[in-house]
């Protein structure tokens, strides 16, 4: 049986991802996301601050 969602659980899921898409452009952009995707190989990796963004910390 599928799990029913809270009310409001589509907008905060929307949220989450416009606030994903515009820390994606700014790390694009970042010098330490770069040095730290090529550090790590990891075409994914942030730097410690745009994880904060993300993470809304």
């Known amino acids: 049986m599928p799990r029913e969602k809270e009310p409001g659980m589509d907008i905060e ?3 989450g991802r416009l606030r994903l898409e515009e820390i994606d452009a ?5 010098t ?3 040095a730290a995707r090529k ?5 994914t990796a942030y730097c410690d601050e745009h994880l904060r963004k993300i993470y809304g910390i």
Not at 39 to 43: F, I, N
């Open 13 to 15: 899921e929307a949220k």
């Open 26 to 30: 700014e790390a694009s952009k970042c």
């Open 32 to 34: 330490k996301c770069t």
């Open 39 to 43: 550090s790590t190989g990891d075409d």
